[in-house]
């Protein structure tokens, strides 16, 4: 009865590190198709990535949009924002967001664009190309993350872009912080 039950545990062993063996391969054949299309053809020091990122300034983040159109272009942005990684996909949004957009711009922008009580108007960041480059991105690190996740951690840390910035606290004063931060220098 030992050497069944020696068996049979070292079948279960092996069950379980064969699935992790194809996880893992899974997993690596992600990492290299995100890192084939960041390379793509000619893409040593020929054709550099045309958009700079953070993106500082509307200017910036309007030809970044008109970019974005093109499918090249829009899938080395996918690929350069899932390189950013992050311990969870709450943190990657976050670090995704740092990377991509500038404190100063992101008080420009709310997920919805409706009026905020500290800012004349907000511009709606759900509707940009740019944001759907982070989702597609995101989704490569966890394909179960909802588009609901995604948009509330994206909500949040808009919310709080002014503060960042260095603006007056939340709740202290109704000073249009958001206007003086983001103006181009």
Same mark, same amino acid.
Request: hydrophobic fraction near 35%.
């Given at each position: ?5 020696? /068996? #049979?545990? !070292?079948? +279960?062993?092996?069950?379980?590190? =064969? ?8 997993? @690596? ?50 690929? /350069? #924002?899932? !390189?950013? +990684?992050?311990?969870?996909?709450? =943190? ?8 991509? @957009? ?84």
């Amino acid at each position: 009865m030992h050497g069944d039950d020696t /068996r #049979l545990l !070292l079948k +279960g062993k092996s069950i379980r590190l =064969n699935i992790a063996i194809q996880k893992m391969t899974s997993m @690596l054949a992600e990492v290299l198709v995100v890192v084939k299309v960041s390379q793509g053809p000619g893409s040593a020091t020929t054709h550099m990535f045309p958009i700079q990122l953070p993106i500082a300034n509307e200017d910036d983040f309007n030809e970044a949009e008109s970019l974005l159109k093109n499918e090249s272009v829009r899938q080395k942005m996918i690929a /350069r #924002l899932a !390189l950013v +990684g992050g311990t969870n996909s709450e =943190n990657l949004i976050r670090r995704m967001l740092a990377t991509a @957009l500038t404190n100063a711009l992101a008080c420009r922008y709310n997920w919805a664009g409706k009026k905020d009580k500290r800012c004349s108007s907000k511009k709606p960041f759900k509707e940009t190309a740019i944001q759907d480059c982070m989702f597609a991105a995101a989704r490569q690190f966890d394909r179960k993350l909802t588009h609901n996740d995604f948009s509330e951690t994206v909500k949040k840390w808009l919310r709080y872009a002014p503060e960042r910035e260095g603006g007056i606290p939340r709740n202290t004063s109704e000073t249009n912080t958001c206007e003086t931060s983001a103006s181009p220098t």
